[in-house]
């Protein structure tokens, strides 16, 4: 039973524009989410979290907005650059469950075209 | 300075063999993991250690046993290899904390049994 799903398998966005990635997850316990890219080759690098008490969270190009009613969190990429071009698994994971599990989606396949 | 390292980062061998994969942290952190990747791309977790101490082993075979000489070092044994062992595996550590995980992830070893 996959609790964290990224609907997507890819997604193309054109250089400069906003690309938007999505992710659902199924388990309430779920409080704290984790963004991270993965380039071929190369293990996920981590790039920007959120805990349940905010709904959004900003770090430079990078936005991600949680919505808990929905089970939904999306991760804004504005503008989009090629190097944005990677894998993007969303994760979660729960503190009343010591926080070390961390469940990941089958990731999304970004691709930036120039 | 590489923060997560892993060895080796290929390994191609036959069934029945036993083999180990050594993952080495220098961020100091407290916690440390085993993930594998499938065929299908899905990163699940295995193991995690805390101060050399197991606290998660999720549903895998006994031949794999991971061993934490340190709180450095999480090594990954597996006996008896079988085909369906083929995958990349991950190391990541974390610092242990609360409400909050962030999970640093080695390069990956890729392996293939053949």
């Known amino acids: 039973d996959q609790q964290v799903k990224q609907n997507s398998p890819s997604l193309s966005v054109q250089e400069g524009r906003i690309s938007i990635l999505n992710c659902d997850y199924t388990n309430s316990m779920f409080d704290y989410f984790l963004w991270y890219k993965k380039y071929p080759a190369e293990g996920p690098t981590f790039l920007i979290s959120i805990s349940s008490i905010k709904d959004k969270n900003e770090d430079g190009r990078f936005t991600v907005f949680l919505n808990k009613s929905a089970k939904h969190l999306s991760l804004h990429i504005v503008p989009s650059q090629p190097g944005d071009s990677a894998v993007y698994f969303c994760a979660a994971s729960a503190s009343s469950w010591g926080n070390e599990k961390l469940t990941f989606g089958t990731g999304t396949r970004l691709t930036i075209i120039p | 300075d590489t923060a997560v390292s892993q060895t080796p980062k290929y390994l191609v061998t036959q069934m029945g063999n036993d083999k180990s994969i050594k993952c080495e942290q220098n961020?100091?952190?407290?916690?440390m993991y085993w993930y594998k990747q499938d065929s299908k791309k899905f990163l699940k977790i295995m193991f995690s250690y805390n101060n050399k101490e197991l606290i998660i082993n999720e549903t895998v075979p006994n031949r794999f046993s991971p061993k934490s000489p340190d709180k450095a070092h999480l090594n990954l044994h597996i006996n008896s290899l079988e085909l369906g062992d083929s995958a990349v595996y991950f190391c990541?550590?974390?610092?242990?904390?609360?409400?909050?995980?962030?999970?640093?992830f080695g390069p990956g070893t890729r392996l293939t049994v053949l």
């Open positions: 961020l100091g952190h407290d916690t």
């Open positions: 990541a550590s974390s610092q242990r904390t609360p409400n909050t995980d962030t999970q640093y």
